[in-house]
């Protein structure tokens, strides 16, 4: 069974910076994307960054410029530096898993439980 867990979240003041980190157990053979979503109050989940096994990177366009998301394929890990954080970044942000291939076969996506973000103005 494959978990995602997140950790580093936390409360920050208007143009600090934060790092999420996204830790994959379970039997992983490997993982072709990971990413971040977030999802603040009475608000549709919205992507943030993705990144692929090969490196490509996707990123919001609110996002661009402040964020930046790591991977380790090896350690199945994933991270987000946000800098420059704005109110409007406040949510709660879940790690993403795609395409994970395992010993069963190949599972479509996994979240995390999600770690709050707040930025205080």
């Known amino acids: 069974q494959v978990q995602l867990v997140e950790s580093g979240g936390g409360l920050v003041q208007t143009g600090g910076s934060l790092r999420l980190s996204c830790a994959a157990s379970?039997?992983?053979?490997?993982?072709?994307?990971m990413g971040w979503y977030r999802q603040a109050p009475g608000k549709q989940r919205e992507l943030v960054a993705t990144?692929?096994?090969?490196?490509?990177?996707t990123y919001a366009d609110s996002v661009n410029g402040r964020f930046t998301i790591s991977r380790d394929n090896a350690k199945n890990t994933a991270n987000l530096q946000m800098n420059s954080l704005k109110p409007e970044d406040t949510a709660v942000y879940y790690c993403?898993?795609?395409?994970?291939?395992?010993?069963?076969?190949?599972?479509?996506?996994?979240w995390g439980q999600g770690t709050q973000v707040t930025v205080s103005s």
């Open positions: 993403n898993a795609q395409h994970v291939l395992t010993p069963r076969g190949y599972g479509y996506q996994y």
């Open positions: 379970g039997s992983i053979f490997s993982i072709n994307v």
């Open positions: 990144m692929s096994s090969g490196g490509s990177t």
